[in-house]
């Protein structure tokens, strides 16, 4: 299974700002895909990157994927005060589960 | 297009209790994964079904939890008898094949 892991665990920013967050994993992936949890609710699903994609962009996000260093970012433009929230990243191996990381936790101050 | 859908959304039980979550996935959806998720951590897998079949419970505490998902569709997952350590927010998922997966609300588990 590939388990995600973010970094950094906690990252606080001004509304306007770009929020930089980083995912790295162990081992060969087909895809690699970005969620986001506000609190007390269920994880929502923002973009998935191909392991033949670079970089993608859906919105204010823009995703990263160096497969050569088994790593991938998340960029978020112009934050606002509702992109508060965590932020998981996960590696997906054809058939094996995702495993997920303990997030990223974004505050986003107005 | 109705989302995954989890009850009940809180429970509290005293331990030794027996609980009961349920979830009914997107329609469509023929994969279909119940999480554990602790005070701030991320998401871990308990079982994951394709259709009827539980294709990975290798994360399951056999001992005490037990799932099924009769008719490919809806899922409940038991908890009998729970323990104190078994308070946190069980979320349901589904998918097609292994593509994104959709999210429930999630149920809050308390066990005092």
């Known amino acids: 299974s590939q388990q995600g892991e973010e970094d950094p665990q906690a990252l606080s920013i001004q509304e306007g700002e770009n929020a930089t967050m980083n995912c790295s994993y162990k081992?060969?992936?087909?895809?690699l895909q970005w969620y986001r949890q506000n609190s007390g609710r269920g994880l929502v699903h923002l973009i998935l990157?191909?392991?033949?994609?670079r970089e993608k962009h859906s919105g204010r996000l823009r995703v990263t994927l160096d497969t050569s260093k088994k790593s991938s970012s998340l960029l978020i433009t112009a934050s606002r005060a509702a992109d508060t929230a965590s932020y998981f990243c996960a590696g997906n191996s054809g058939n094996t589960p995702l495993v997920f990381g303990k997030g990223t936790r974004l505050s986003v101050i107005a | 297009e109705a989302g995954v859908v989890q009850s009940p959304r809180y429970k509290i039980i005293e331990k030794k209790q027996p609980v009961a979550f349920w979830c009914n996935p997107i329609s469509g959806h023929n994969t279909l994964y119940w999480y554990r998720q602790n005070l701030g951590q991320g998401p871990e897998l308990l079982i994951r079904y394709e259709n009827e079949e539980a294709v990975d419970d290798s994360q399951l505490p056999k001992d005490r939890f037990s799932a099924e998902r009769l008719k490919g569709v809806d899922s409940t997952l038991k908890i009998q008898p729970a323990e104190l350590g078994d308070s946190a927010v069980y979320l349901c998922?589904?998918?097609?094949?292994?593509?994104?997966?959709?999210f429930g609300p999630g149920t809050r588990l308390t066990v005092l």
């Open positions: 998922a589904s998918s097609v094949q292994y593509n994104e997966q959709f």
């Open positions: 081992t060969s992936i087909n895809n």
């Open positions: 990157i191909r392991s033949n994609e």
